[in-house]
């Protein structure tokens, strides 16, 4: 399956608002069928198969799922980065 990376860049001029601030799997389909936004298209599975690999050689990048987060943050507002010692 392809997966869609998004210019940050083009999701705030269309949005008003920083692609950080943007709940992407609310938006997802939303900002792939919007012609105004650019995004490179990547096969998902040799992405995260390759993620894994750099993450078992190394023990980066952390990953946070952030929709998990936030549906267990008991505290109002967004959670969008933490670290290992939280």
């Keep these: 399956a ?3 990376l998004f210019s940050p860049y083009d999701v705030e001029r269309v949005y008003g608002k920083p692609f950080a601030d943007i709940a ?3 938006h997802y389909d939303e900002l792939v069928a919007d ?3 650019r995004k490179k298209y990547l096969n998902a599975r040799d ?3 390759r993620l894994a690999e750099i993450q078992f050689e190394s ?3 952390y990953i946070m799922y952030e929709d998990t987060v936030n549906r267990a943050n008991p505290i109002a507002g967004r959670i969008n980065m933490s670290n290992l010692c939280s």
């Design 47 to 49: 992405f995260f198969q």
């Design 35 to 37: 012609e105004r936004i």
């Design 2 to 4: 392809q997966m869609a």
């Design 59 to 61: 023990g980066y990048p």
């Design 24 to 26: 992407i799997s609310e």
